[in-house]
């Protein structure tokens, strides 16, 4: 059974820098056909997808948000981890780990819970 | 980037009604094109990739079509479980974007 769990902080304050970690398990990040993305969801508002990673550590990111994230993984660990540095409010929302799958056309075919992450002073 | 662009942002309907969703890519995806569905503080859940493939488990009412730039999710027979946001998504290259979502609504 594949799995994708979030965990981090619920509450950051304005400038500080998010990390989130993304647990699997059910598959392998050693595996050359599946990778792991994270997508965030304000309140109320659609999906963006924010930075992905595959098993040769091929890293892509948004382009609106390049110059503060930063992708990687633990294979040992099952993890992939985002940071997003200079947090602002608007930066608010739930942030999915998603599992990537060359069998799905590299679809998000298993997605974790989110976990919701309010920016504020 | 690819922009994705679906319509109608919102739509009402009734049980049983067919639903046809439209998604436009700002240039050819290929068949790298995928369907969600979104309930309300669940996270998205695959329907159908590749246009029309149907992620295993999802019911047979849900199909896809289409292909290069101009894409539809159709439910043939709109069933309660379905009132729902639904995103289309393309997978062809980074970044990979989604469309602004479509809300099926009870008529």
């Known amino acids: 059974q594949v799995t994708l769990k979030e965990s981090g902080p619920v509450l950051v304050k304005p400038t500080e820098t998010l990390t989130l970690t993304c647990t699997v398990s059910g598959f392998s990040l050693s595996n050359a056909k599946m990778g792991v993305s994270w997508i965030r969801q304000p309140p109320g508002k659609a999906l963006e997808w924010l930075a992905h990673?595959?098993?040769?550590?091929?890293?892509s990111y948004s382009a609106s948000l390049k110059s503060r994230l930063t992708i990687s993984k633990d294979t040992s660990e099952s993890q992939v981890v985002l940071t997003m540095t200079n947090m602002d409010p608007v930066d608010t929302a739930t942030y999915y780990c998603a599992r990537m799958y060359s069998s799905c056309w590299y679809a998000f075919d298993s997605w974790g819970q989110g976990t919701l992450v309010t920016v504020s002073s | 980037d690819i922009q994705m662009t679906q319509s109608p942002s919102s739509l009402s309907a009734s049980v049983g009604d067919r639903v046809t969703i439209t998604c436009r890519a700002s240039q050819s995806i290929s068949s790298y094109l995928n369907w969600y569905q979104q309930k309300p503080g669940k996270a998205p859940k695959l329907l159908i990739y590749?246009?029309?493939s149907l992620q295993s488990g999802v019911p047979s009412r849900f199909s896809g079509s289409g292909s290069g730039t101009d894409f539809t999710l159709t439910i043939s027979s709109l069933q309660p479980e379905d009132f729902a946001t639904y995103y289309c998504?393309?997978?062809?290259?980074?970044?990979?974007?989604f469309g602004g979502g479509t809300k099926v609504e009870i008529k």
């Open positions: 990673i595959f098993s040769n550590d091929e890293k």
């Open positions: 998504q393309q997978s062809y290259s980074s970044p990979r974007t």
């Open positions: 590749a246009v029309s």
